[in-house]
C-alpha cells in the first residue's frame, strides 16, 4: 500500500473515531511492545497501548494481524481506542513483521491466538476482551472462536466467513481475484504483484507451475488451492479447513458479524451465520451494506446518503455494550436494501420469501441482434436455440462483479455494456416492472445446454436496466459441465444446468426492466475455462467451444428472483 493511501485510511478512521459518539476520557497513553512467546517458543511481536488513568484493569481489544504495511494504522487505532478508555493490542502473524517463525497463512492461527489471550488474562491490566478483526485479522479471530470461551467476551469480526471453499470456488471455477492476488501479494519472499503480473499470473499455464516459473517461489497454499476443486475433496473435508468451517457451531460468546453485498468474502460470511450455534447466535449482531471490501460504497449512480459505511462506531458501540457495560445483546439483524437507500430490521437471515418471480428466456419477436433475446413472463411453447463460440483465447472480461479483490475498482452495481455487446454474450431483457422488485435472497437460473466439448463453462449476469437503457450490475455467477454431472458429459448432449447466486437485497423500481447476460467467461473474476476436461489447473492446452443455449418448448431456460 503506498504511504499516500496509508494516510488517507488513518484519516478516515480519525474521522469515524470522531463521530463515534464516545468521548475521548483520558490524554495520556502508555505505549509499548513484547515478544509473547507461544507454546513451541515462537515470540510474535505484539504492541499495546494502555490508558494512563487511575484504574488498574482496562477492558482489552485483542487484533491479530499479517499485514505489516498497515502498522501505522494500526498504532492509530491503538492512540484512538487508549485516549477511550481501552486497552488496544495488536498481534503479528508469525513470521511477518518482527514476529519469529515462518509464515505459513491461516494455520497456526488458532493456537497463536489462544496462547496469546492466555497471556493476556496474567497481565494485570488485563480486564474483559474483546476480539476486534477486519478481512485476514477476522479469521484469525474466527480461529479461535470456539477455544476462548470465559475468556474473550465478545468479537467483532467483519468480512470474513469460515467456509473457505466458498471464497476459492463456484461449481469449479477458480476465483482467481481473490485468492490468485492474496496470496501473490503475501508470499514468503516479496514479489512482483502489480496488476499487469498478476494477469499474466492467472492466464499462465499450467496454473500449477505459476509459483516457481513467474513467482520463483513455492506456494503451498495455493497449490492446495488450485488443485482441490469440489468441497467432497480431502483437503477441505479434513485438517484445518473442516476444523474452520465447524468453529461457527461450537462457538457460544456473542458476535458481531459484518458483511457487504459486494465482499468477496460475502457468501462464507453468510455460510458462517447460518451455521452460528444459537446459544451464540441469540445474543449476536447481524449486519449487511452495500459496499466492497473495505466498506466503500460500490453504487454507481444511487443514493448512498443513509448507508453509514466504517466499522469504527458499530465497533466502539459493541464493545461499550459487552465489554464496559457486560450485557448479553438481544440478537439483531439489519440489511441494506440497494436502491432504496434503507436500512430494514428482520428477523432472521436468510428470508424465508415467497414464491420467486420467473421469467423465461425466448426469442425477440422482429428484428434484433441475433444475441439478444426477451424474458417472457411465460414459457415460450416453440423450442428455440441461441448459439454462440466461446474462445477461451478472448475471454469476456469481468465488467463489474462480487468476487473481486484485486480488481476491486470493478466491484459492486456498476453501469454495464449494451446488450449483446459481443458475439459471445446473449442479452435477455423484460419487458419494464409494472411494480417495484424487491429482491431478497438468492437468484437462480435454470439453463439447457449442449456444447462441443467435453466440458466447458456457463455464466450468467443480472442487471436493471433504467427507462434511459443504462444497466447496472446486481449479481453473476457461475457453472462448469464437469460439476454439474455425475458421468462425463458427451459432447452434443442436451443437458440441464444450474447457475446460483450470492444472497441480495435489492429493490428495482417500477418502469425498469431485468437484463440477464449468458456467456462463458468472466475473467478475472474467475479460470478462463480452457474447454478441456480435467483438473482446471493442470491443462495446458486450449480449444474453441460451440455453445447452444436451448429455450422454450421442452427446454423451458429460466431465471428464479426471490422477491419479498
Partial sequence: MSEDYINLMIKWYEDQYKNSGV???????????????????????????????????????????????????????????????????????????????????????RNDGTDTVDWLKDQEWCGEIGYWGYSYSSLAGWAMADAVEGKVNSMFLAHYGTDRFVSAYEKGEFRHDILTSWSMENTREPIDASYPKY??????????????????????SYHNYITNTRITDPYWQSGWWKELREIPGKMKIPIYMISGWYDHHHGSSMKAWENLNEESKKHSWLEIGGWNHFMEPCLQDKKTDHMDPGEIGRMLKWFCTTLIDKKAPEQKINIYRIGEDKWR?????????????????????????????????????????????????????????????????????????????RDDVLSFLSDPLEKDMKICGKIRIRLFVKSDCEDTAFTAKVMEVDPEGKAYHIRSSVTTLSHELLETYNPGDEVEVSIEMWDIAYTVPSGYCIRIDISSSDFPQYNIHSNTKGLWSEQTETKKAHQTILAGGEHPSCVDIPVM
Fill in 345 to 421: 430490521q428482520i428477523p432472521d437471515w436468510p428470508v424465508n420469501g415467497g414464491k420467486p418471480e420467473r421469467f423465461w428466456l425466448e426469442k425477440t419477436v422482429g428484428a434484433g441482434k441475433k444475441n439478444t433475446g426477451r424474458l417472457s413472463p411465460d414459457c415460450p411453447m416453440k423450442g428455440e436455440a441461441f448459439c454462440y463460440v466461446y474462445d477461451p483465447d478472448d475471454p469476456v472480461e469481468t465488467v463489474s462483479g462480487e468476487g473481486l479483490l484485486k480488481t476491486m475498482w470493478k466491484t459492486g452495481s456498476l453501469l454495464q455494456p449494451e446488450p449483446g455487446y
Fill in 23 to 109: 468521548p475521548e476520557i483520558c490524554g495520556n497513553i502508555r505505549k509499548k511492545s513484547e515478544m509473547v512467546p507461544m507454546r513451541d517458543g515462537v515470540r510474535l511481536h505484539t504492541l499495546i497501548f494502555l490508558p494512563e488513568t487511575e484504574k488498574k484493569t482496562y477492558p482489552v481489544i485483542l487484533m491479530r494481524t499479517c499485514y505489516p504495511a498497515q502498522d501505522t494504522v494500526y498504532r492509530s487505532h491503538g492512540e484512538q481506542l487508549a485516549r477511550r478508555g481501552f486497552a488496544y493490542v495488536c498481534q503479528y502473524s508469525r513470521g511477518r513483521e518482527k514476529s519469529q517463525g515462518e509464515w505459513e497463512p491461516n494455520v497456526n492461527e
Fill in 199 to 220: 494477469i499474466e499470473s492467472c492466464r499462465y499455464r499450467p496454473q500449477t507451475e505459476v509459483d516457481i516459473k513467474l513467482w520463483g517461489q513455492r506456494s503451498e
